[in-house]
């Protein structure tokens, strides 16, 4: 489903995010992504969805080379693609309905469907009696959760999330990992990216690990207890 060949990235200036990096991901897999600041997670995301194109080597999502897609192809391929950003990219003069509707809006939904799978999305990460709110009242475990449900509206088969616990607490961390598992448990690809390596104790998922842009390790963290 995911397949990176000898995958290299640079940006202007020369700065190198990754190098030579190679794996596979099949379909359903749960996949975490760690690695220090700086090492390329945000970076190896972003190729998936096409969001940067690599300089060298192969990026293949869904058997489509992604990174030569001409820009009228990439709404397709973001349809199958639910995105949770390090930095949220919440529309703060919209309310929590409206931030979720609008992955459907550009898609061009029919508007009875629209409103289903918006309050299924908010249902799912408990956020249906705050679909009136708007997100500058929510607390940023909130406002994560918030993110998943605008990410996954639109039913992708693969999900990317990049840094989705970094700024919360314990609790809310667990929370939202729970959200990811039961996705995972319905089939649904995901790679998450994070720096906490704590949160991979409570469950067996396969780890890669960046260094300085390199892929060191592909693995299987052995569960908890």
Not at 81 to 109: A, E, S, Y
């Amino acid at each position: 489903m995911i397949r990176f060949n000898q995958v290299i990235k640079r940006y202007p200036g020369g700065y190198q995010a990754l190098k030579n990096v190679t794996f596979e991901i099949s379909k359903g897999e749960m996949v975490f992504i760690t690695g220090h600041s700086g090492a390329g997670k945000s970076t190896l995301l972003k190729l998936i969805a096409a969001i940067e194109r690599p300089n060298l080597g192969s990026v293949i999502v869904n058997n489509q080379n992604v990174g030569v897609l001409k820009d009228r192809a990439l709404p397709y391929l973001r349809r199958n693609l639910g995105i949770i950003f390090q930095d949220h990219k919440l529309l703060f003069d919209r309310n929590v309905f409206d931030n979720v509707m609008l992955p459907l809006q550009i898609c061009g939904f029919d508007y009875r469907e629209s409103h289903k799978r918006v309050r299924a999305a908010l249902d799912k990460v408990g956020l249906l009696k705050r679909e009136k709110s708007n997100p500058i009242e929510l607390s940023g475990g909130e406002q994560q959760r918030l993110c998943i449900a605008r990410a996954i509206v639109n039913r992708p088969t693969i999900l990317l999330a990049d840094e989705p616990t970094g700024n919360l607490d314990t609790e809310y961390a667990h929370e939202i990992m729970a959200i990811f598992d039961s996705f995972h448990q319905v089939g649904v690809t995901l790679l998450i990216s994070t720096h906490d390596e704590s949160i991979l104790q409570d469950t067996e998922v396969r780890v890669l690990t960046l260094r300085q842009g390199e892929l060191k390790t592909s693995q299987t963290a052995p569960a908890a207890g």
